[in-house]
């Protein structure tokens, strides 16, 4: 049989603990597996790609001999462009895998995540993906009970498939005495960063600003993520990058009086889209 090829990419760069362990679950699935990642930590950097300066990409053999790895200068999305339209080219991959990130991307947090604008990116372009995040920040994060549950999502991705149009946004409660419940579909958790910026000064008097903040979660529902998590399950939401939001379709066309758009004849199949059509395509 043909090893189903797994292309691995992630925010914290490519020598980060859990991309590391990532690379090893699905070597251990029996897959062929190329591995693009940030030569330096990008969290936090969503879906932003670079446009305005040279993308560098080396070849890095810290995987050992048995992965294909490179190191990009660009962001997580970068690394998931080059990797299909350059390394890989008329290979494609069977699945694409982001992570393990260090520290949560349940609710907001997918919004800003690095981690899971790579596995985005992979769903634009029509391939299978999955983001897996560890709710443990740190270089010294617990990674060992991760190992199981990444590799249960990632042989159901490879034997039934992802939704078409979506990326799954797996979050792995952190290590304790309490095992994990299992696994838990899941909506994202309605929540916001109560946010501030600390003003301080440098060496030379001069002000610069941090950002800080504390999460707060305003969802008490019990079929979100955070509940998911907080109850010490492996939450798994299905994320998608149209971000039409039917409610205010609705509310526009009563309160504004405007026509809602002509819905689509069941008759006529729809029309493939081509990654050209979402602005991916001719960047560089």
Known sequence: ??????????????????????VETVLALGAEVVVVAPDSPQSGMGHAITIGSALRLTK?????PEVEAYECSGTPA??????????????TPDLVVSGINHGSNASVNVLYSGTM????????????????????????????????????????????GVPAGT??????????????????????????????????????QRPYYWLMGTFENLDPGTDTDEWALAHNYVSI???????????????????????LPAPVDAAVPPQPVAPEDYGVANQN
Not at 5 to 15: E, F, M, P, R, Y
Not at 60 to 64: A, C, K, S
Not at 120 to 146: K, M, R
Not at 238 to 252: E, K, N, R, S, V
């Open 60 to 64: 890095n053999p810290v995987f050992g």
């Open 167 to 204: 990326a799954l946004n797996v979050n792995i409660p952190k290590n304790s005495a309490t095992p994990i419940a299992g696994l838990r579909l899941a909506r994202q958790a309605r929540a916001k960063w109560a946010e501030k910026f600390d003003r301080r000064l440098d060496p030379y």
């Open 117 to 160: 604008s790579a596995a985005i990116e992979a769903a634009i372009e029509g391939l299978p993906a999955i983001g897996f995040s560890l709710c443990e920040y740190g270089p010294q994060a617990d990674f060992s009970h991760a190992t199981e549950w990444v590799a249960q999502v990632c042989r159901h991705a490879l034997e039934n």
């Open 1 to 22: 049989m043909k090893k189903p090829l797994i292309l691995v990419s992630n925010d914290d760069g490519i020598t980060a603990p859990g991309i590391r362990h990532l």
């Open 237 to 259: 939401v299905p994320c998608q990058f149209d971000l039409t939001a039917a409610h205010g379709l609705a509310h526009l066309s009563q309160q504004w009086a405007l026509p």
């Open 78 to 91: 970068d690394c998931v462009k080059i990797a299909k339209h350059f390394i890989l080219q008329d290979r």
